[in-house]
């Protein structure tokens, strides 16, 4: 019987540990114990992370409907105004994905001229990815590190869901009075609305041509 409590008493010290480091990730207290009794059903057992790391559940039983890691996907074309100080609203669509962390990592594409987008967890896996399967001194982790990882930015939202666009990024994607919120499934894009207009037109032609 005694040991019996002390591993309940173990649970609720590690569960209190992972509320206090992933409390600013999932919100709330209630929002975790959510997480673990969606853990206990489909796992059955209960997820001691260590908790020097993040709290993934998804890690314990490889499910793709886990409450917390489900995919995010950015979808549809929004164009919204640029005020005088540089702000812009973020769709009201993009925000609800990129809640955990009430904003988005941007940094210039190096492909086109617009700002790519990605979600703080995309941009984890990423360097995940990274760390998986480049040399840690090798000539192309240095460049991949250098372009992406030290060019980013994070960009907040304010209480009106705004942004407010680096000098930089608005000078690469030639930002103006407008901007256009692209989605990309995982990720998204910023782009001058005209600039995409005939970004998408090159695109179509060439998927096209390909079809025939």
Known sequence: MHGFFMIIAFFWLKLATLCFVNFTNYGNFFEILK??????????????????TRFYPLHFCHSKSTLINKMAIFLSTYINS??????VVVPKEFRA????????VAFRSHKVEAVDCFSMERMEKLSLQIDETLDPFSIDRDSLESAIFADAVTLRFDKDGRISLPEPLIEH??????????GRGATFQVWNPKNFEQHQKKVRELLGKKGD
Do not use: Q
């Open 173 to 182: 994607a030639k930002l103006s009075n407008e901007v256009a919120f692209v």
């Open 82 to 87: 640029v005020d005088s100080k540089g702000r």
């Open 97 to 104: 994905i990129l809640e955990n962390f009430h904003g988005f």
């Open 35 to 52: 997480v673990f009794h969606t853990m206990w059903k489909k796992c059955g057992k209960i997820p001691f992370y260590p908790v020097h």
